[in-house]
């Protein structure tokens, strides 16, 4: 099951992909400018929407996932879990990184037995 957690980029809660879904999602996200470019081609249309559209796939698949209707696929890029570390145990916010050792929010120290994630 992905977790919600806060996303530094987006900045807001958002569903973090496990790696088992990680995987169900990134073969969508491979060859995604060729996948734009074709579809714009084909519909002539704006690059927005051939953004939107043509990554489709990606976007559905995150959704079924997660319940989450993403609009930006490259957003789905860094919503992946494993990336942002352990949970922050004084402010639950995701340390930054999986080496960080203070939390990026509240600039708490990251205790020794935090590492355990993975
Ligand atoms: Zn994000
Ligand atoms: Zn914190």
Redesign the pocket.
Known sequence: MSEIIY????R?D?PMLTEAEWATLSPHLTDTVERIKSYRRQHDCSLQEAIEKGLGDALNVYERLTGFRETNPN?LW??RRSIYGPLCPSCGKPFRTPQARFCGMCNAERLPDQSRDE
């Open positions: 996303c530094w980029r987006c807001i958002i957003a860094h919503h």
